[in-house]
């Protein structure tokens, strides 16, 4: 299946520094920030993010839409949806894929034990192919309004998160996931036996972490002007610079900071895009 076509705008990126930063700009559209526009994109990689490598194999024009309404109806269905985690999920993966081009290695969705539950575990399951095998890619994303509670709350994850014991049993679960028609389902199960020491797990181990926040510099402008781009770049550092200073597991960690304009606001307008998909 094709990729979407790339949206986001890197507008930041330094990857001489550790942990590696990405700033991802939304921009704007005559006046205004492309609060619609981003919900339209992420919707362009929801069957991506919901659905089995083996329905992905099979679309084709003739079920295109009833894929797209079982990827929508996988994601959620409540009406509490504005502290739902799942839109940052699908925001996570959507730009490691076009920034990394990284390969979803299962959908998260399948994680779900029972309907409206919240998924478990890491918020993205992903490698990326290279010389020496299989990068594993594992996600943690905060869609929050607060950078410094977002923050706090990532950083407290990271640690319970790569802890031995809980590594081994999340290990397990995703190896049970993996679809047995994926490419790389052999190697990345090798990778993920028990018997595989997490030494050589965290050599071929990236996180990525996407943190949103609330921002006073997107909401400040209409354009992406020349004082706005300093000035999200100020902002974006700032903030690195407070992530940076924490108490960070031993591990390759990718930080992707996302301001947006209003988090409550592109919340409901996503809401809305899935809600038109899975009345289709």
Known sequence: MKTPEAFLKVRVHDSNISPGLLGLCVGYELGSWREQQLADHAMEWLPEFALTHKELEGIDPSNIVKLMRRAAANVYATEKFQKRGEFGELLLH????????SLPAIS???????????????DAVHVVP???GLELWLGEVKFYKDINKAITDVVQELHDHTQRDYLKDEFLLITGKIDESWPHSNELKSLLSPNTSLDE??????IPVLLTYDSKCVESYEACSSEYCAQFEEEVRH????FAKQSLPNVTIELFLMPLSDKQSL???MHQKLEAWKNL
């Not at 959507?94 to 081009?101: D, E, H, L, P």
């Not at 998260?108 to 890491?122: E, L, M, Q, S």
């Not at 797990?201 to 990236?206: E, G, R």
């Open 94 to 101: 959507a730009a490691i894929r076009q920034v990394f081009g």
């Open 108 to 122: 998260k969705i399948y994680y779900k034990t029972a309907r409206n539950d919240t998924v478990k575990g890491f």
């Open 130 to 132: 290279g010389n020496k």
């Open 201 to 206: 797990v965290f050599s071929k181990a990236v």
């Open 239 to 242: 903030h690195y610079e407070k």
């Open 267 to 269: 919340v409901t307008c």
